[in-house]
């Protein structure tokens, strides 16, 4: 960090596109600053000051502003966020907007991220940041896309795909299910206000009905499934997978 401040934190995940927890909406009416040592962070209203070494962050520009780069701004949240939420955010930096389709690009690498975890070690978040770490994954289109994918490993089920490329109508087309276990032929549709649209809604039907001809199962997810009533989604899950050959260690 060479300049006299920059956004930080909260406020420069936000500024990313960084995906957050619902919870924290209400952060953003208060603005994260940065300030290079031994400068005295800002103490006003509607900011929250941060005093960080010079030399130890990169900044960049985003729509004009100073704001921390995205590995080290990854690395801050390891101090307010979740493991999971950790991977939510890491998985976004790594595949990019899934809203500017074709213009998608990865906001860093892997090895950036690594090297920001390394250069973090001994600071809060730390341990969670190496957790979160070994999880990552590109193509990710989602938040919850993400914690879905962690629930499952977590209840004891293989890691499922991202985006597996699987055919359909007789070779015809190619889909692309958030996640797949193609191993049992189970795939996972997270279904989330976006899906409310009508023609997305028939869309939808449309498209699991083409997987399904193709001899998929097909688990429709919804957000009273991942966030509220767990338990009884997962044994859905593997009643499921039992169907399609699964057996728990």
């Known amino acids: 960090m ?30 994260d600053v940065a300030v290079a040592a031994p400068r005295t962070p800002p ?5 929250i000051g941060h005093k960080l070494v010079a030399g130890s962050v990169s900044v960049v520009t985003v729509a004009g502003l100073p704001v921390l780069w995205t590995p080290d701004v990854w690395c801050q949240l ?13 998985d ?30 001994g600071k809060r978040g730390a341990k969670n940041l190496r957790w979160a770490l070994g999880r990552l994954r590109a193509d990710v289109d989602s938040r919850t896309e993400s914690l879905l994918r962690l629930l499952l490993v977590e209840a004891g089920i293989p890691e499922p795909l991202v985006h597996l490329a699987v055919s359909v109508a007789n070779g015809q ?3 692309h299910p958030d ?5 049992f032929g189970v ?32 688990i429709e997810v919804t957000s009273k499934d991942l966030f509220h009533d767990r338990e009884a989604f997962l044994q859905r899950v593997f009643a499921v997978l039992r169907r399609r050959g699964f057996r728990r260690n």
Not at 43 to 47: N, P, T, V
Not at 78 to 90: F, K, T
Request: proline letters at 4%.
């Open 2 to 31: 060479t300049g006299l401040w920059a956004f930080c934190g909260v406020t420069a995940a936000a500024l990313h596109g960084m995906p957050l927890p619902p919870a924290y909406d209400s952060r953003y009416r208060s603005l």
């Open 179 to 183: 996640l797949a276990l193609p191993q």
């Open 43 to 47: 103490r006003a209203e509607g900011i």
């Open 173 to 175: 087309l190619t889909l």
């Open 78 to 90: 390891a101090a307010v966020l979740s493991r999971e939420d950790l991977v939510a955010a890491g």
């Open 187 to 218: 795939c996972f549709e997270y279904q989330g206000d976006g899906h409310r649209d009508r023609d997305r809604f028939l869309s939808d039907i449309d498209r699991n009905e083409l997987l399904r001809a193709a001899g998929w199962e097909v």
């Open 92 to 121: 976004f930096l790594l595949s990019g907007d899934a809203w500017a389709g074709r213009m998608r690009r990865p906001l860093c690498t892997i090895e950036q991220l690594a090297a920001a975890v390394a250069r973090y070690a």
